[in-house]
C-alpha cells in the first residue's frame, strides 16, 4: 500500500523581489510540481513615500525599466514569476536599502552604489535580529519548515541582513539551506568562496539540486517576467535564457542544476 507523500513547507527568504527566482527558480519549480507548499518572502518589500526619495534612489527609479511607482511594479512582476512557477508571495514591509535612513532620520544609510556593497551600517546592527524574529513567525510550529537564503555573494548590504537573520534562525534549530546568489555569482566566480569563507570553506557542504528541462523552462519564464529588472541583470531580454542555462549548466558540470549549501551549525558564525 503507497502511503501518501507527506507535503512539506518550503520558504524562500529573498532579499528582494526577483532574487529567489533568479538563484532557485528551478528548484522551486520542481517542488511545486512535487506537491511541497513553497513560500517566497520578499524581505524588504516595504513601499517607500514617493516624496522623501534620495537623489540616489530617484535615479535608480529613473533608470530604463524604471518607474516612480518601482514597488508596486517590482510587486505586480513578482506575482507575475510566482504565479508562473506556482509558489506564493509573501512581500514584508521594510524598506530597500537604497530607501531607508537613520532612526534620527538626518541620513541616508546607503546613498551611492559603492554603499550597496560594502558593510551593513552600524545603525542596522540590531536589524538581523529583528528579521529573524519575524521570519520565525512565518514557519510552523512543528519543526516541518525548510529555510533558504542567500550566500550573499555579491556582499549586497540586503543580502547580508538576510543571511545573517537566517544564520540566527538556524543557531535555535531551523532548517536552513543557503542559495547562491544569481547572476552575482555568475559575475565573480570568487565570489562564492569569498562568501563560504566567512564562516571557513570546510564547514560548508553543498546541496546540489538536479534540474530537468522542465525545471529549466519554467525557471527561464519566470525570471523574464522581471523585466524592470532585465536590463541591470542581463543586457538584453534575450540574454535571460543563455545566461541561466549556461550557469545551470557550470553548477551541474554539463547538466542543469542549482546550488545551495549547508553549513555545520556548531560553526555557524552568527
Not at 518572502?41 to 535608480?60: K, M, N, Q, Y
Not at 555579491?154 to 542559495?179: K, S
Request: charged fraction near 25%; aromatic fraction near 8%; hydrophobic fraction near 40%.
Amino acid at each position: 500500500m503507497e502511503h501518501p507523500r507527506l507535503t512539506r513547507q518550503r520558504i524562500y527568504l529573498s532579499p528582494h523581489f526577483d532574487d529567489a527566482v533568479l538563484s532557485c527558480g528551478g528548484q522551486i519549480a520542481r517542488q511545486v510540481a512535487g506537491g511541497d507548499s513553497v513560500v517566497v518572502a520578499t524581505v524588504f518589500g516595504g513601499e517607500p513615500a514617493r516624496d522623501s526619495l534620495s537623489l540616489f534612489a530617484a535615479s535608480i527609479h529613473a533608470r530604463p525599466g524604471g518607474s516612480e511607482d518601482l514597488i508596486p511594479l517590482r510587486r505586480m512582476e513578482e506575482n507575475q514569476a510566482l504565479a508562473m512557477l506556482g509558489a506564493d508571495s509573501r512581500p514584508g514591509d521594510y524598506l530597500d536599502c537604497i530607501y531607508r535612513r537613520d532612526t534620527e532620520d538626518r541620513r541616508w544609510l546607503y546613498d551611492h552604489e559603492e554603499a550597496l556593497f560594502g558593510p551593513v551600517d552600524p545603525a542596522e546592527r540590531g536589524l538581523a535580529y529583528e528579521l529573524a524574529q519575524v521570519i520565525s513567525t512565518l514557519a510552523p510550529p512543528d519543526g516541518s519548515c525548510h529555510l533558504y537564503a542567500p550566500l550573499a555573494i555579491g556582499n549586497h548590504v540586503d543580502h547580508q541582513i538576510v543571511r545573517r537573520a537566517a544564520l540566527i534562525l538556524q543557531q535555535v534549530g531551523f532548517e536552513v539551506l543557503f542559495y547562491e546568489d544569481f547572476p552575482y555569482a555568475e559575475r565573480d566566480p570568487a565570489g562564492l568562496k569569498t562568501a563560504l569563507d566567512r564562516s571557513g570553506t570546510e564547514t560548508w557542504q553543498p546541496v546540489l539540486i538536479d534540474l530537468d528541462e522542465s525545471d529549466i523552462a519554467s525557471k527561464i519564464e519566470a525570471v523574464a517576467a522581471y523585466r524592470s529588472q532585465i536590463g541591470v541583470l542581463f543586457g538584453e531580454a534575450s540574454d535571460v535564457a543563455p545566461s541561466v542555462r549556461a550557469y545551470a549548466k557550470r553548477i551541474g558540470g554539463g547538466s542543469y542544476a542549482e546550488r545551495q549549501w549547508r553549513l555545520n551549525p556548531k560553526d555557524n558564525e552568527a
